[in-house]
Nanobody, 129 residues
Framework: QVQLVESGGGSVQAGGSLRLSCAASLYGYSDYCMGWFRQPPGKEREGVAFINKDRATTYADPVKGRFTISQDNAKDTLYLQMNSLEPEDTAMYYC???????????????????????WGQGTQVTVSS
């Protein structure tokens, strides 16, 4: 059973930084994709950044150059470093994962939320202007 637990959210002023962490009981699986999604108030959940076991990454256009996704396999932890935060980044942030066959490790970097079947409980990020 895969379990994901996020931490690191909080309140920050525009231009500030936060680092989210996701403790993941996943790294024993052969291949997977993991990602960060966010859900702003009153809006749908959207993808932010994704990484696979080979450490290939993809980013949504609004966060490119500001956010960095990474993983520490020794600590079974996924991270999202968020710099130059903007009020538009205010949202509940969720860690998600999907276990895949080897031949899908590139493709799953581009999957939407419906393909991810393991989710954390979420952590709130609030950016004030």
């Amino acid at each position: 059973q895969v379990q994901l637990v996020e931490s690191g959210g909080g309140s920050v002023q525009a231009g500030g930084s936060l680092r989210l962490s996701c403790a993941a009981s996943l790294y024993g699986y052969s291949d997977y994709c993991m990602g960060w999604f966010r859900q702003p108030p009153g809006k749908e959940r959207e993808g932010v950044a994704f990484i696979n076991k080979d450490r290939a990454t993809t980013y949504a256009d609004p966060v490119k150059g500001r956010f960095t996704i990474s993983q520490d396999n020794a600590k079974d932890t996924l991270y999202l470093q968020m710099n130059s935060l903007e009020p538009e980044d205010t949202a509940m942030y969720y860690c998600a994962a999907v276990v895949v066959a080897r031949w899908l490790t590139g493709t799953c970097l581009h999957w939407g939320r419906d393909r991810y079947n393991y989710w954390g409980q979420g952590t709130q990020v609030t950016v004030s202007s």
